[in-house]
């Protein structure tokens, strides 16, 4: 078995950021990925359909357990969400096995985008150094057709450039794949508190 995605995109569906992820970020993320890469990018972005088949769990693990980094759009809500927990915590789990985050290893597989607030993350979240991508967390005509649009495309490229770093990028040297731990919390978050994932 192999690694199947470069990156698994999480978000919290039921906020303003679901359309700024598919409609802005995702496509622009693809496209700067494409001029860098060699082969056609990969990026796990889960929908609806998925959630509501039969067997979504399963799908969702797999999709977890082949994604080389987690992408995690961040906001006030999404560590209230059981799905984002799951999919942010098995990649902590997974950086914790590869001993990451202490001297001389890799910072992370994890990418946050603070796409807004940050009040209310979660303190592993907290702790980590995100992408500050509020100045441009909109989904109108108007800011794509901007000079701030502009901005956030060299962001958005230079992300790209750091994803797939011939030396550094997680996308161009993930760690060996093998079969990586997917949690899902024991109980519903809260803001204030957590209980501890449980691991499959």
Known sequence: MSYEYDAFVS??????????????????LKKWLSNILPTEPSIFLDSESI????????????????????????????FSSDYCVAEWFSFISREQILG??????????????RFFDGQHYHESAKAKQFLDMTP???????FVESAEFLEFQRAVQSLAIQLTDDSIGIISNPPNFQEWPVCFP???????????????
């Not at 990451?100 to 985008?113: A, K, R, S």
């Not at 024991?186 to 499959?200: E, K, Q, T």
Request: net charge positive; proline share 9%.
């Open 11 to 28: 978000y919290r569906h039921t906020t303003g950021a679901k359309d700024w992820v598919r409609q802005i970020f995702v496509p622009e």
């Open 100 to 113: 990451y985050g202490q001297p001389g290893t890799p910072e992370g597989l994890i990418v946050p985008i």
């Open 136 to 142: 441009w967390a909109l989904t109108g005509r108007a």
């Open 51 to 78: 959630r509501a088949s039969a067997n979504w769990k399963a799908k969702l693990e797999h999709a977890i357990r082949r994604s080389k980094c987690l992408i995690a759009v961040l906001n006030g809500p999404y």
């Open 186 to 200: 024991d109980a519903s978050p809260s803001v204030s508190g957590m209980s501890l994932p449980r691991i499959r």
